[in-house]
């Protein structure tokens, strides 16, 4: 899945007292033009690199996404100063609904100005709606600096209508790099490693190699789905892969079957889950924010999930190398396959095309606001090749964008996002909830 449905709601409030001193280094001052109440201010001090957004003052724009508490805290701050400088207000609502109230507003005729879609099989439904606005040509112009799988997954039947914001790794594997020095274990480079590591650290019998946790509201089950997607990725490569997406191989196909019988030894192992929470069960009861806290308390080993996950570590917690938490990539499970990497990422698309929407939609598919984005939390990778890799400092967000941009790599977009919303993130994400929550069987 995604970045989307973090833990907590909280929005971020910008006081009066806090917009008067964002404001301070700016001053409007009117055009050259007579000075008229209608024409466009002249933006100059700090304000003055948003000049090309100026002319819609005191306008409101909404905003719906899946984004929660605390990454949607980093979100908002992105564009405060866009905000004050213009004068344009953006009122961002963030639902863990977020999946199956879109669909709603939409037909019920209340839809947000703007989505943050994370998924390109719901963006296809909304588009089949008629709803949904092409971008304007100033955000048609800003993805050049994106590769053009990225716009494809923005695009619909060959048609450019949501750009790209943000890019997530998939395939990592979160450990402790103390835990690990001190009971001797090494990071393991091939998925053997990897399941011996896992039998050797149950048999040791201190904690279970393995937490997990899928539970995210009406999207339960999506990190199951990234399981097995990891698998189908790493055993059968990118043309099996898209085969599967696009529906010419399905389910049932022995390829399929067969990666989900690599995820149930792995993630359905009695013996090797799910450390300090529970059994087999408990995953699908668990959500995916609080799978890894047994980590930091030495009740399990590792935890397969994204580079978004970062967020989630209680503040303090020392992310790095040889810290309290680290993680490393997840091995391919056949190694003929280069370097297989699944990824999401999400899709800014328009209901409105009014002028103040469009500025909006202008501003957030540049460089300057992902850099802006970036400097505001770890844990938010841009696939925007303008961006300066100098700015990324934490050492999570530089392995992602390692991997992310590496031109060899084998990249994929998540699976169940790819494909349409009833299948993907409908009757995909159910059933793989099922799968754990009555430890069945494949």
Known sequence: MRRSTLSGRRAVAVGAAAALTLLAGCSNSSSSNGGSASATPTLTGDCAPYQAYAGHSGTTVTMFASILSPESDALERSWAKFSSCTGIKISYVGSNDFESQLPVRVSGGNAPDLAIIPQPGLLQQMVKTGKVVKPPAQTVANESKWSAIWKSYGSVNGTFYAAPMS??????????PKAFAAAGYTVPTTWADLMALSDKIAKAGKNKPWCGGIGSGTATGWPATDWVEEVVLGKY????????????IKFSDPQIIDSMNVVQNWMHNPAWVNGGIGDVTSIASTTFQDAGTPILSGKCSMLQQASFYEAQWPKGTTISPTGDIFAFKLPPV???????????????????????????????????????RIKQATGWVSAN???????????IDQLSAKY????????????????????????????FTAWFAQNQSV
């Open 167 to 176: 890019a997530n790794m998939k395939s990592l594997v979160w450990y402790s």
């Open 385 to 395: 090749q303008g961006v300066d890799p100098s700015i990324y400092t934490d050492p």
């Open 237 to 248: 490569g990118g043309d099996v892969y898209d085969k599967w997406v696009s529906h010419q």
């Open 404 to 431: 992310l941009t590496d031109p060899s790599a084998t990249f994929r977009f998540d699976a169940s996002d790819l494909m349409p919303a009833a299948i993907g993130s409908g009757q995909e994400w159910k059933s």
């Open 334 to 372: 056949d190694s003929s396959v280069p370097t297989p990497v699944e990824g999401g990422g999400e899709f800014l698309a328009a209901f409105s095309s009014r002028p103040e929407v469009q500025a909006v939609q202008n501003y957030l598919s540049t460089t300057e606001w992902a850099e802006s």
